[in-house]
Antibody, heavy 119, light 107 residues
């Protein structure tokens, strides 16, 4: 059974850097075709795709956020880390960690973690 | 980026109704489309992948169709548990964009 759990701060000040960790189980990020990523959802709004990292370290970012994002993996710890710099109140959202296969849909979601950006 | 557009944005229906939600892509995405159901405060749940394939464990009341730029999600006989927001997502090219969602409400 695949599970993913997000962790990180619930409150971030404007201009600060957000670091979110996804800790997963039930699969290995060294297995060919596997990817882990992030999707976010501002309160009352639609889902927004953020970033992905694949087993071979291929990384994909939302073009609108790319300059602020870094995604990394630690296969030995079963973790993926997302950093987002220069946080703004518009970045307030629930951030979901997700599992994906190459050329596949997002098939498993974490429960999400809510991040508020406020001074 | 490929833009995904739902119609309608809100749909009011009754238990037992058959409903259809449409999702249009701004360019062809072949069949690389997924549908998700999301309930308040919960993570989305995958219903349909590759436009018409039912995810394991999902009720057969859900079905998907379409290819290219126009896709539909149909729920054959609405149950109380089906009232939620539905999203389409294309995974033909990065970024894997979502539609704005269709909220299915009880009439």
């Amino acid at each position: 059974q695949i599970t993913l759990k997000e962790s990180g701060p619930t409150l971030v000040r404007p201009t600060q850097t957000l670091t979110l960790t996804c800790t997963f189980s039930g699969f290995s990020l060294s297995t060919s075709g596997v990817g882990v990523g992030w999707i976010r959802q501002p309160p009352g709004k639609a889902l927004e795709w953020v970033a992905l990292i694949y087993w071979d370290d291929d990384k994909r970012y939302s073009p609108s956020l790319k300059s602020r994002l870094t995604i990394t993996k630690d296969t030995s710890k079963n973790q993926v880390v997302l950093t987002m710099t220069n946080m703004d109140p518009v970045d307030t959202a629930t951030y979901y960690c997700i599992h994906i296969y190459t050329f596949g849909p997002t098939d498993v979601w974490g429960k999400g973690t809510t991040v508020t950006v406020s001074s | 980026d490929i833009q995904m557009t739902h119609s309608p944005s809100t749909l009011s229906a009754s238990v037992g109704d058959r409903v259809t939600i449409t999702c249009r892509a701004s360019q062809s995405i072949s069949s690389w489309l997924a549908w998700y159901q999301q309930k308040p405060g919960k993570a989305p749940k995958l219903l349909i992948y590759k436009a018409s394939n039912l995810e394991s464990g999902v009720s057969s009341r859900f079905s998907g169709s379409g290819s290219g730029t126009e896709f539909t999600l149909t729920i054959s006989s609405l149950q109380p548990d089906d009232f939620a927001t539905y999203y389409c997502q294309q995974y033909n090219s990065y970024p894997y964009t979502f539609g704005q969602g269709t909220k299915l409400e009880i009439k």
